[in-house]
């Protein structure tokens, strides 16, 4: 039998056989990108059907750096002002809520704010006049009318 020396590695060979290598573990890298992106793709879905969530809401005199100063369920008409202070947690994405000022059920103002993720924290106010004496409300709703809370207040001398 004949036999041949054994001949060194070609450049050309060593560099073949690189590259191979790199291009062998490339099928389970696409197959774990896949999954990851179906993934994303799950939390996206997910994140779309998340309800906003009303954390807090309360009646104050004032707000200063989004914190309520002297919450109260009576209000005087001399103090000039009511604000109703609302915080939403998990909120999924941008979107309104709404603040409807009921005076002795009867719809005074609405006002449309928005939110926007992930925790949200805003407010409304009314100036009060000497006719807004008597018994108020504020719905706190989302932008389809769903209520998530009433807030009832009163104004006094």
Same mark, same amino acid.
């Given at each position: 039998?004949?036999?041949?020396?054994?001949?060194?590695?070609?450049?050309?060979?060593?560099?073949?056989?690189?590259?191979?290598?790199?291009?062998?573990?490339? $099928?389970?890298?696409? @197959?774990?990108?896949? &999954?990851? /992106?179906?993934?994303? !793709?799950?939390?996206?879905?997910?994140? =779309?059907?998340?309800?906003?969530?009303?954390?807090?809401?309360?009646?104050?005199?004032?707000?200063?750096?989004?914190? $309520?100063?002297?919450? @109260?369920?009576?209000? &005087?008409? /001399?103090?000039?002002? !009511?604000?109703?202070?609302?915080?939403? =947690?998990?909120?999924?994405?941008?979107?309104?809520?709404?603040?409807?000022?009921?005076?002795?059920?009867?719809?005074?103002?609405?006002?449309?704010?928005?939110?926007?993720?992930?925790?949200?924290?805003?407010?409304?106010?009314?100036?009060?006049?000497?006719?807004?004496?008597?018994?108020?409300?504020?719905?706190?709703?989302?932008?389809?009318?769903?209520?998530?809370?009433?807030?009832?207040?009163?104004?006094?001398?």
């Amino acid at each position: 039998m004949f036999k041949q020396p054994i001949q060194p590695l070609t450049p050309f060979f060593c560099f073949a056989l690189v590259i191979c290598c790199l291009l062998l573990p490339l $099928p389970a890298v696409r @197959a774990q990108e896949k &999954s990851e /992106s179906s993934f994303e !793709v799950k939390n996206e879905r997910n994140t =779309k059907d998340a309800e906003l969530i009303l954390a807090h809401a309360v009646m104050c005199e004032s707000v200063q750096n989004l914190r $309520p100063i002297n919450q @109260a369920v009576t209000f &005087s008409v /001399s103090g000039g002002h !009511v604000y109703c202070l609302s915080t939403f =947690k998990a909120v999924p994405k941008p979107g309104i809520v709404y603040h409807r000022w009921f005076r002795r059920n009867e719809l005074s103002t609405q006002v449309k704010l928005k939110v926007y993720p992930p925790n949200w924290t805003t407010y409304s106010r009314i100036q009060l006049r000497e006719e807004d004496k008597g018994p108020w409300h504020v719905e706190i709703s989302t932008e389809n009318g769903k209520p998530f809370e009433v807030l009832r207040f009163s104004i006094t001398d």
